[in-house]
């Protein structure tokens, strides 16, 4: 099946820095990457859409100079946290939708990335 | 409002027996995809099912199928003689917006439901 892999895995940082998650499709091409947080107990919660070559689509909430999404190869997309404080520790998780095959694009998930913030 | 209601935060089956998890969505779409994704404690979203509105037979894979009832909205998980393995969380998810809403084409996700599996 379609892997797509996240870097890292887990990072532990000090409250003001950035922090930049990678995510990558490693075998298939994806023009559109989602970004999701999710809290411990609780669903998925979508923040923002990925296009490659283009602004990134924000969810409502969700502050886009804080989030910063860099989708540039239909490979590699990027969320960089900004400055970040406890209150953005969670669990980041990226998917993958692939650019062909079937037509309602089953989205590919990332293992994920533990985010804590001291 | 909430677009993927799954009403049931626990469940608990007993080895080998069959379990149903609830999953009610609500959308104004004629077109659009519902899908089921198994978390387990280490965090991967595994896909388990994809069910396509406009297809006419419940979708099936392995011990997985999706009792589908467009009418009433529904989409139900049925998990055919439950595993030790099958403990984990459970989520319904629903992709709408495909074709002319390109910005709401995005797979949103229910609450989820926790499934443990009693030896």
Not at chain 1, 23 to 29: A, E, K, M, P, W
Not at chain 2, 36 to 54: A, H, T, V
């Amino acid at each position: 099946g379609a892997v797509v892999s996240q870097h890292p895995s887990r990072v532990i940082c000090k409250s003001g820095t950035s922090v930049k998650i990678e995510c990558r499709s490693l075998d298939f091409q994806a023009t559109t990457m989602f970004w999701y947080r999710q809290f411990p107990k609780q669903s998925l919660m979508l923040m923002a859409t990925s296009n490659e070559g283009s602004k990134a689509t924000y969810e409502q909430g969700v502050e886009k100079d804080k989030f910063l999404i860099n989708h540039a190869s239909l490979t590699l997309s990027t969320l960089t946290v900004t400055s970040a404080h406890p209150e953005d520790s969670s669990f980041y998780i990226c998917s993958a939708r692939p650019t062909s095959g079937r037509a309602w694009g089953t989205q590919y998930f990332g293992p994920g990335t533990r985010l804590t913030v001291l | 409002a909430q677009k993927i209601t799954q009403t049931q935060p626990g469940m608990f089956v007993q080895e080998k027996e069959a379990v149903t998890l609830d999953c009610t969505y609500d959308t104004s779409d004629q077109s659009y995809g519902l899908f089921w994704y198994k978390q387990p404690s280490s965090g991967e979203m595994i896909f388990l099912i994809y069910q396509g509105s406009y297809d006419e037979q419940n979708a099936t894979e392995g011990r997985y199928s999706l009792n589908f009832q467009k009418a009433r909205k529904s989409a139900n998980l049925v998990i055919s003689a439950s595993q030790l393995g099958d403990s984990a969380m459970y989520f319904c998810a629903m992709r709408e917006g495909v074709g002319v809403k390109t910005s709401y084409d995005k797979v949103i996700f229910g609450p989820g439901t926790s499934l443990s599996v009693i030896p």
